[in-house]
């Protein structure tokens, strides 16, 4: 029997004989009993085993090692012990596995670089438990919210061979034998015929799904081979990327808050025993962060107005807020301090922007939004989307794009073209703000960064 | 109100005013009405619009073009024409973007082949409406299936400096200049410091998180340079692999026969429509198929018996049939029918299977097991794996494997190895059974293929 399933039939179970397979986390042997501190991961909760030297091999018991995987068969027990409701008072114990004493995941503290280098254990650590834990709750949870609301899932293609948002730093995806070039490679030969390379974001795919479907979204992986060794950076990352037609600006917005308070309300309720560990040992003071999100009512302001607030306050800042131009971390914080809750930021210059944001009626902005989340600093990024032929070719034109090679989805705006809007959600950066955990090498099973590869 | 909402109330708005917004999917303009069968893609059913001469502008509305997108206030009537309940009768008309008549998409009969050549604007047309809501239920019912059985949804590294399958048809990933290359690249200045390639499975990662949380499945994309220009190859493919710990092969085949007919079981049901719809235009007798699955008993088998049936039967092979060989096409769709449903095939010669799979004590034949399903082929495979060090070891250096580079995945087997099973299943091959559709290219949004990279 799984751990989960008998945690949820403990009443029921008490004083009946169970078999469990799982690891031991910590075995503390004594003179006339032992105890282990077994899980099997099913659950945040470990279960306690008892042995007692009664037990023919008593001796036996008391030898088996950190990191083990038995099979205990036993009588589920109410504990007097603290720490635990119930306990296992074991009949026999069967050892699947050994673990040598070197076995480096020991029940002590350890840093998380070092961690990092033992990343295949590293997910039976207590921390790594509740972390990827909730992140496949998340991921449950934002499937369940765009399924209910009726959002056809859509798989972006991750080769390509247009490049998105205009930025250069994409992988390139080949089959050529790299050991033979010489000089400028013939791409015809390449796999594809052409060049191609890793996608940086589904968007625009998704743009031709919205206008065949309505209401769509993509969650899956994009890459950025930028050469960005910090916290917040990896180069493999999983997006949330909806896309809704016959959607304004403010329906946008109204979607982004709805979604983000389902997806904290769904991971405090089914994750209640992963958020107290990560409230306790992670970030004092998460669940009431997240609960205070659900409640709070996301102000909507526009740029104009933030920079305002910011040249009116009493601060020293590092960076001067300027009208027109883009704002910073110290921004950002202030901002979502003097609302006390997330905010909204719209109507951005459109120099900073994407070209195909929606060309606002001053000519000067572009339908844009970011959400600035108190303790997450930007957590979307959204706009409604330029459905005008002739303003996006202008833009493209302005900003020297191909339009050639985009004709297809320049073709969205000649083909029955609609209003229509979506968002972007790096789905680690809400992991970060979920678990409390500050690096994004730590809410990705196999982290990919500069220089880091493994496993 | 977008469509689906709309026909879910029906009854209740019957005699109301309600807006819509969608597409003109066909317009049937006469003298004194006319007739527009119209889509917001939210649904497989279209709601037919009428209008009237007595509407002021009539005239503009008969000059309303295939393609173009509206927005329709009217009042929601009983209908008495063929082919529907309802429809709208029109009080105003707008419209938000026109669409010229050389729209390529014009109501009418379009071969797969032109289809593929707009793959922006087939998702518009009624076969890929279907077959692409079908794919995000099935989807979801994966989701939904894993999520309600306690597993962990894991999300396996894409990019990696391994080769799981030791097979060689990978892509690289790399930043190199490639017009800057001579002779053998310096991989220290690559992006990872190391080559690195496209994934071709997860298995191996999701085996490191089995052995953490006992249940996990990946639900990712995978990707196979392969030069195969056949109906069911693509480069770029979804997978799901899950992973389950205290599991052995007759337990996989349990979970391989639930999850499978689980997820037929929600196709049916919440596409209903799109499975008539698929049912009527693309596969006749599908919907059957599909419910003779699920009541289906899944027989179980070895290769050696297999092969002996084969011998026996009075059949002409193209291929004969021998022990110790790999089957065909044409043996497989024997044994299905010979069985008259799905048989999982276990115990394969060993030569013919991946390295990872448990050796039997007959050391000829590995635990492993492939599902074949009437009218699929073979639909998911799966192995108990190896847990045993030396074994493991020991068939590495057989096939001439590199064993220092696997340190990590070998270590699973040191510290507290477990009995540990898994299979895989390609999402698309799921789906062409699902739909009826016979080319993977028709099954995802974007397919890549040799030489084949657009949109």
Redesign the interface.
């Known amino acids: 029997m ?1 751990l ?2 008998l945690f949820q039939k403990q009443e029921e179970l008490l004083e009946k004989e169970v078999t469990v ?4 986390r910590n075995h503390r042997p004594q003179k006339e009993f032992g105890f282990i501190d077994f899980s ?3 659950c945040m909760k470990h279960l306690q085993i008892v042995y007692t030297k009664e037990l023919k091999d008593f001796a036996f018991f008391t030898s088996l090692k950190n ?3 038995i099979e205990v068969t036993g009588i589920l027990k109410k504990s007097e012990g603290k720490g635990q409701e119930i306990e296992l008072q074991a009949k026999t114990i069967v050892l ?5 004493l070197d ?1 480096p ?1 020991q029940p002590k503290r350890h840093s998380l670089e070092f961690l990092r280098s033992i ?3 590293r ?2 650590a207590n921390l ?2 509740a972390v ?2 909730i ?2 709750l998340a ?2 949870a934002i ?1 369940e919210y765009f ?1 209910q609301n ?13 490049d998105c948002e205009g930025a250069g730093e994409m ?6 034998p ?2 033979e ?5 013939d791409y015809k030969k390449d ?4 060049k ?1 390379n ?1 996608t940086v974001s589904g968007q625009l ?1 998704a743009e ?2 919205a ?5 769509v979204y993509t969650f ?2 994009t ?1 950025r ?1 930028e ?1 960005s060794n910090t916290k917040t950076h990896a ?2 990352f ?1 997006m949330i990327e909806p896309e809704i ?2 959607c304004d600006l403010n329906q946008d917005m109204d979607i982004m808050e709805s979604m983000l308070k389902y997806v904290v309300s769904y991971v405090l309720e089914h994750g209640e025993e992963e958020m107290k560990f990560l409230d306790q040992y992670q970030q004092p003071g998460l669940i009431n962060k997240l609960q205070n999100l659900v409640q709070s009512n996301f102000t909507r302001i526009t740029h104009e107005q933030v920079i305002t607030i910011l040249k009116e306050a009493d601060v020293k800042w590092e960076f001067e807020p300027k009208y027109g131009e883009d704002i910073q971390k110290e921004h950002e914080k202030y901002i979502t301090e003097y609302f006390h809750g997330p905010v909204f930021i719209t109507n951005w210059p459109k120099d900073i922007k994407a070209f195909y944001m929606k060309q606002n009626e001053d000519g000067q902005t572009v339908a844009a939004v970011d959400l600035e989340v108190p303790g997450a600093g930007e957590l979307m990024g959204g706009s409604q989307r330029e ?1 005008n032929y002739e303003k996006l070719v202008q833009r493209m034109n302005e900003l020297q794009m191909d339009t050639a090679e985009m004709e ?2 320049l ?9 229509h809007s979506g968002f972007g959600m790096g789905f680690e950066r809400l992991l970060i703000y979920l678990t409390g955990v500050e690096n994004i090498r730590d809410v ?3 982290p ?1 960064t ?6």
Chains 1, 2 share one sequence.
């Open positions: 799984y989960n399933e397979h799982g690891w031991i099997d991961g099913t990191g083990s995987s699947i596995g050994d673990c040598p076995y995941l990343g295949y254990l997910p039976r790594f438990q990827f834990r992140r496949s991921a449950l499937h399924g009726g959002y056809v899932y859509f798989h972006a293609p991750l080769i390509t061979a247009s992988f390139q995806v080949t089959t050529l790299l050991d070039l010489k000089g400028k490679p796999f594809f015929g052409k191609a890793l795919q031709t799904f206008t065949a479907f309505s209401k899956g992986p890459f081979a050469n180069s493999e999983w037609a016959f459905e297809w989805y073709n969205l705006r000649k083909y029955g073209s609609v209003p990705i099973p196999y990919r500069p220089g880091s590869c493994d496993f």
